[in-house]
């Protein structure tokens, strides 16, 4: 193992166990400390920013890769603000639940405990820097930090400012540590340090959350990839159908929760197709379309014959797959087939669809007549998200401060022993 | 991928599709099919494994294998009574929890729902089939199990008697699927297998737990290694204490849960080692003592000096390591280092010293004044167990049926869009 892994790890631990009994006030007081720090080195941040970006430029990033990077006043403040509604969040560690008193008299709950330490991948944005910090000091955990080469300077006077801000409050400096190595063979060491790290949240594309999973033996947070859909039943409501469409597909198209195939069903395709296609073009959005949408479409500058992949492809630009079906059983199979399972939606005002719609589709959110671009943390009431898991355990959809902890089992008896 | 492992794959899926969205009744009317058709293919089982019993024999299997291998009348009628118990249980699936209506209108809820597709890799113990199968119908799930060579014929009938069983009851027979194949390699490609199978639960030794860790690309729920932990404080109740440490040394030595290391406050030393010494030779158990407990304990027969890896080691028999400290904070350190995390124990009648072990140690299961013993899904009031979970993600500790599911967000809208 690289040794400043290894350095980090064995802090990190250290760190956690302190973390984990520390009260909501304290945790609170760094965060504060966070914050403050943030202005106070506004100047010293903004100079290593610079430094990102005159190096981005000279190895050619795209001008989105450089918007992504950039820092400046507002962004900074932005991230003081979010740091705050994060102090006002509710404290999820001490919580107990399913408390019980057996017939033995042994008296049983679980208690809401930090995970530990959390080692986070992510690319080029650096305000998640101060974003997982700011979610890992309030759930109690500790967090080992991978950012990209590119904002390599940024993230370290961004993480300087967060070490700062918890010596400030009374929280060991090692709370939240980055990795300075840039080798990239050490995210493989990362992804396989079980003795120090407990779980693992990549931030980035396809490609990154493939690779941790099947490179990692540590519990790893997949999620982000979203292939959703959206069924327009025969009963459709129009007039609701036509917005939902264009903002679940137009609002902003780059994210995971954007729409990517709309299936319709035939006996309504004829008349509200056109409708959507036109509303759409006012975004300019490209529809691929399946024989029968084509058909129905076939004179709309912007549709076009879809190729074997339109519906197996997150498409985070404004493209969008098209699909006429004969029912909802059709509806439901394709979904079946073809979804990632992250969001997906009904427009129907059939009751018995609407019903069968959210018990059949098996997907992390699952929406009747609504957009797919609420599945979002802030948008559910979790009031942050560090993640969305298109996985199966631990947590689905959405993923805030609970979702970053445990349970342990408290057991407290009078001399029990088991028979 | 093996061929037969992508059959049964596809197959599962399609199972799990039907699985979840079927009611409590139906799942319920499968468990008393499999119940029925156990006690009628009672003489086909116990001939099979009886094949078994004489293959293991010339292979030279140990007694103690040939008996966790044996299938007789009992234990046939145990596991049918078993299966009863889990129709009685309450069927997790449906469960809705965290609901809200937001300011917009959307009704949100969290919707308990299978997992999907359990892969389970055990090894000689034939009942794991019934009992696992049972598991995985009353929460939904499908399981394709891989079962030790050894059983190989006990637990095809078994499976066969499962799904004329599910059959009987209206469940695919493809709900729980043995796989035949006794091929090496499978397994790998089985902890690989994540287009099919969403979760894998090992049961078997600690080299199964790390095999499927490192090898797995689909969530492995690891546990069942305890390095279990009593710490008797200075103010413990000598009465209480010597039975505990009994019951949880003695009662059943070769399981995750029994103790492995005492630690006693240097204070109490004088006065209790001894008598815990005696009481634990009536159960001829070894101890291994660090020098200041050997230096109590100089003139029992079973009390040696502990080698080097004494306080880390799973003893799984009757020898327990014993070490004398001088406060609560230097148990607390030595239980942080060596510890598993499954089970340890204060015998203490100090309130503050309570409260700071069950805050400071984060282990799955934590007690006070009880015997580490407890810690298993009956004992806890789950009603079944299908694992006890030493990780921190997704269930910790004994995980039962509701372990077995996750959830989906269901909502419910009428128009809205993301603004």
């Known amino acids: 193992m690289f040794a400043e892994l290894e350095q980090l790890g064995k802090q990190a631990q250290r760190a956690a166990r302190r973390l984990r009994t520390l009260d909501t006030e ?7 400390g966070i914050a403050q720090v943030l202005r106070e080195r506004q100047a010293d941040i903004l100079a290593a920013n610079a430094e990102d970006l005159t190096a981005g430029r000279a190895t050619g990033l795209s001008e989105a890769m450089l918007e992504r990077l950039l820092l400046n006043e507002a962004r900074l403040q932005s991230m003081a603000a979010d740091i ?18 057996l017939p033995n008299g042994l008296q049983i709950t679980k208690r809401r405990v930090p995970i530990g330490v959390i080692g986070v991948i992510y690319e080029s944005r650096p305000n998640v820097t101060v974003d997982i910090a700011s979610l890992c000091i309030k759930s109690g955990n500790a967090a080992i930090l991978r950012g990209g080469k590119e904002a390599a300077c940024s993230n370290a006077a961004l993480a300087e400012a967060v070490a700062a801000g918890c ?12 990795i300075r190595s840039q080798e990239r063979e050490l ?19 396809a490609g990154l959350h493939d690779f941790a999973r099947r490179n990692a033996t540590i519990p790893v947070i997949t999620g982000g990839i979203g292939i959703c859909h959206i069924f327009i039943d025969e009963s459709a409501d129009i007039a609701k159908a036509i ?15 954007a729409l990517d195939v709309l299936l319709v069903h035939a006996s309504i395709a004829p008349r509200i197709l056109p409708a959507i296609a036109a509303d759409l ?9 399946d024989p029968r ?13 879809a190729g074997p992949e339109d519906f197996d492809t997150e498409f985070l630009s404004l ?8 029912s909802l059983d059709e509806a439901l199979d394709h979904i079946e087939q073809h979804s990632t399972h992250h969001s997906d939606a009904i427009l129907t005002e059939n009751y018995s669809h609407a019903m069968r719609f959210t018990d059949e589709v098996d997907s992390a959110a699952v929406y009747v007549n609504a957009s797919t671009r609420f599945t979002d943390g802030s948008q559910f009431g979790l009031g942050a998200e560090v993640a969305i898991s298109t996985q199966r355990l631990h947590a689905r959809g959405p993923m805030a401060l609970r979702e970053l902890t445990t349970y342990k089992w408290v057991v407290l008896g009078d001399g029990q022993v088991r028979p």
């Open 84 to 101: 705050r509604h994060i102090i006002a969040l509710p404290d999820p560690v001490g919580e107990t639940f399913d408390g019980q008193t």
């Open 293 to 305: 949408a084509h058909a129905i479409l076939r004179d709309h500058p912007l549709a076009k014959p």
């Open 167 to 178: 010596e400030r409050g009374g929280v060991p400096r090692e709370a939240i540590q980055l």
């Open 26 to 32: 304290t945790k609170n007081r760094a965060l504060e």
């Open 243 to 257: 917005p939902i469409v264009f903002n679940a597909k137009v609002q902003r198209p780059t994210v995971c929760n």
């Open 187 to 205: 995210v493989k060491d990362m992804l396989t340090a079980d003795q120090y790290i407990n779980m693992i949240i990549p931030r980035g594309g």
């Open 281 to 289: 073009a006012r975004a300019q959005v490209e529809l691929r379309c």
């Open 319 to 326: 493209v969008l797959a098209v699909k006429v079906v004969d």
